[in-house]
C-alpha cells in the first residue's frame, strides 16, 4: 500500500510537470495556432482507453482458459477505465471541434464511431449488473469483450480513415513517420507515459476495492462462498 | 469447438457483416454536389476551395466562394453570417445547408484546420 502511495505522488508530479510542458513549453503551431494544446490530452485519453480495451479482451481470454475470477476483475476493471479515457477523449474532441471546425458535435465519421464504441462497452455494464452469478457473469463478459475486441480496430482505426473527415490526420501519418515539432513530440510522449501510469494507479485502486467488495460479499449470508 | 459455437460465431460474423455493408454509407454525414442536388432537406457538402476567391458582400453580410467537394465537382457557395477565422487557410470546408437555383445556400460552415504540428513562424 506504501509502494502505491509512493508510485501515486510519483504520478502526480510526473501529471503536474506535463500539464506544465503543455501549457508554457510547447509552441503554438501553424494553423492551430495556441489550440494545440488541447491535442496534448486528446490523444493520450484516446490512446489508453484502446489499450484499455486490449487489456480488457486479453484477461477475458484468460479468464476463459483458466476459470479464475481474479481475470474476470482485472477485464472488467480495464473495459471500465478504458470507457472513462474513451469517454475523456469524446469531451475534450468535441471541446476540439468546437474551437477548430465551429460545431461540438456533427456527427463526423470519427465521431460517429467513438459513438458506436462508448455504446459497445456501455452495454457491457449494463449486462454485467443484470448478472447475479459471478461465475456466469465473468463467463458472458469474457465473451462479450472478445467480441468487443474484434470490432474496436474498424471503429478506432479503419472506418475513420476510409471515410473523408474534419478529423485532423492521424500524428503518425500514412508513410509512418512522425511530423511533428521535437518539443512537441517529446512533451506528447511525457504525456503518454503519464497517462499511462494514471491508468496504472487507478486500475490498482479499482482492483484492490473490488477484490475487498467482493471478499465481503463472500463472508456475508446472502454471498454463498461462490469465489 | 462445437458445433454449436461454430455456428452462433459463423452467425455473429454474419451479423457484423451485414452491418458493415449495410450502415457504413451513414457512417459519413458529407455528401457530393450531384447527391445534394437531389436532396430537398439539409445536407452537408465537404470540399475543399478550388481558388482564393472568397468573395465578402459587407452591405449584405455574405460570403460567395467556389467549393470542390470530394468527387471532384465545383459549385459556388453562399453563405450570410461572419465569416470564419482562418477560412482561406483551410484543409477543407464543410458547407452546411442546401443547393437551390444552382449554387449551394449555406447556414454554416465547418473548419478543418491544417494538422502540421510544426512551430509557427510568425513567433
Redesign the interface.
Known amino acids: 500500500m506504501l509502494n502505491h502511495r509512493i508510485s501515486n505522488i510519483i504520478t502526480a508530479l510526473a501529471a503536474v510537470g506535463v500539464i506544465y510542458a503543455v501549457f508554457f513549453i510547447v ?7 495556441e ?2 494544446r488541447i ?1 496534448f490530452f486528446h490523444i493520450p485519453a484516446a490512446w489508453i482507453s484502446v489499450m484499455a480495451f486490449v487489456l480488457s479482451a486479453l484477461w477475458a481470454l484468460r479468464y476463459l482458459n483458466t476459470h479464475q475470477i481474479e481475470y474476470d476483475r482485472k477485464s472488467a476493471t480495464a473495459a471500465g477505465l478504458g470507457f472513462f479515457f474513451c469517454l475523456l477523449a469524446t469531451i475534450s474532441g468535441a471541446l476540439f471541434a468546437k474551437i ?4 461540438y458535435w ?4 470519427r465521431q ?2 467513438i459513438f458506436i464504441l462508448l455504446l459497445l462497452y456501455g452495454a457491457s455494464f449494463a449486462l454485467r449488473t443484470a448478472i447475479h452469478d459471478i461465475d456466469q457473469r465473468a463467463k458472458i463478459s469474457s465473451a462479450y469483450s472478445l ?1 468487443s475486441i ?2 474496436m480496430p ?1 471503429l478506432v482505426f479503419v ?1 475513420p480513415r ?5 478529423h ?2 492521424p ?1 503518425i501519418n500514412s508513410a509512418a513517420k512522425i ?3 521535437p ?2 513530440l517529446y512533451t506528447l510522449i511525457a504525456a503518454l507515459l503519464v497517462a499511462s501510469a494514471l491508468f496504472r494507479q487507478l486500475f490498482i485502486y479499482y482492483i484492490e476495492r473490488t477484490r475487498r467488495r467482493d471478499l465481503a460479499q463472500k463472508d456475508s449470508p446472502e454471498g454463498g462462498g461462490r469465489l | 469447438m462445437t458445433k454449436q459455437h461454430t455456428i452462433s460465431l459463423f452467425i ?1 460474423f454474419s451479423f ?1 457483416i451485414f452491418c ?1 455493408v449495410t450502415y ?1 454509407h451513414s ?4 455528401v457530393s454536389f450531384a447527391e445534394a442536388r437531389t436532396t430537398k432537406g439539409t445536407v ?1 457538402v ?1 470540399g475543399t476551395l478550388s481558388a482564393d476567391n472568397i468573395a465578402y458582400l459587407p452591405e449584405s453580410n455574405q460570403l460567395r466562394f467556389r467549393l470542390r467537394d ?1 468527387a471532384g465537382e465545383e459549385a459556388l457557395i453562399v453563405y450570410t453570417g461572419t465569416k ?1 477565422e ?1 477560412l482561406e ?1 483551410t484543409a ?1 470546408i ?1 458547407a452546411i445547408g442546401r443547393y437551390q437555383n444552382n449554387q449551394f445556400a449555406a447556414d ?14 510568425n ?1
Request: with cysteine; aromatic share 10%.
Open positions: 509552441p503554438p503551431v501553424e494553423g492551430l495556432g489550440k494545440v491535442v477548430t471546425w465551429g460545431a456533427n456527427w463526423d465519421p460517429t464511431t467480441l474484434v470490432v474498424f472506418i476510409y471515410y473523408s473527415s474534419l485532423p490526420s500524428v511530423a511533428m515539432d518539443v512537441m | 455473429i457484423l458493415a457504413t457512417l459519413s454525414p458529407y452537408q465537404k470530394d470564419p482562418g487557410h477543407s464543410v454554416k460552415l465547418l473548419i478543418k484546420c491544417p494538422s502540421k504540428y510544426q512551430r509557427s513562424v513567433r
